[in-house]
Nanobody, 120 residues
Framework: QVQLVESGGGLVQPGGSLTLSCVAS????????MGWYRQAPGKQRELVAH???????TYADSVKGRFTISRDNAKNTVYLQMNTLKPEDTAVYYC??????????????WGQGTQVTVSS
């Protein structure tokens, strides 16, 4: 079993910054891709940013130049630095991680979500 714990969400004014963290723990053999997704009310969940085990990153067009995804492989942790936040960034942000557990079985887990609200 693998657990994901997210932190760092909250209320911020437009133009402000937040950093989200997601720590994976449990029976982990290796972690491949890690990513952040978000879901706003009435909308589908969408990819925000994604990072491979080799460090290759992908971003949604709407966050390019404002958000930065990074990971600490030694800590099984992925971060999302969010700058110049806009009201349209308001959503529940979910961490996702894919890899293999201690039995070398593939896993794909989601975190519980953390609310980010951008409002004055």
């Amino acid at each position: 079993q693998v657990q994901l714990v997210e932190s760092g969400g909250g209320l911020v004014q437009p133009g402000g910054s937040l950093t989200l963290s997601c720590v994976a723990s449990g029976s982990i053999f290796s972690i491949n891709a890690m990513g952040w997704y978000r879901q706003a009310p009435g909308k589908q969940r969408e990819l925000v940013a994604h990072i491979t085990s080799g460090g290759t990153t992908t971003y949604a067009d709407s966050v390019k130049g404002r958000f930065t995804i990074s990971r600490d492989n030694a800590k099984n942790t992925v971060y999302l630095q969010m700058n110049t936040l806009k009201p349209e960034d308001t959503a529940v942000y979910y961490c996702n991680t894919q890899g293999r557990d201690s039995t070398i079985r593939y896993f794909d887990y989601w975190g519980q979500g953390t609310q980010v609200t951008v409002s004055s």
